[in-house]
């Protein structure tokens, strides 16, 4: 289910963060370790995480300003990327 508009999807239709011992990651495996949440490859979905604390609350974890910041840039690159392939 994704966090952000908490439609039911599948694994593979979704994108899964996970918390680890320094911030939270993108799992692109979906096979690491740590307790992970999941959100919709979508712009809408991803704005609506980053914007308020459902990744935090999700994840059960604080991020931080400097992890916010990678994670934001990563999501970004990876969302132009599936806009390419579409």
Do not use: F
């Amino acid at each position: 289910m994704c966090i952000a508009c908490r439609e039911s999807d599948g694994k593979r239709d979704l994108i899964r963060l996970v918390r680890v011992a320094d911030g939270v990651l993108l799992d692109e495996t979906g096979k690491k370790a740590g307790r992970g949440a999941y959100i919709h490859p979508q712009a809408t979905c991803w704005e609506r995480a980053l914007a308020g604390a459902l990744i935090q609350k999700a994840l059960r974890t604080k991020i931080s300003a400097d992890n916010l910041t990678t994670l934001s840039a990563s999501v970004s690159t990876l969302l132009q990327v599936s806009d390419e392939t579409a």
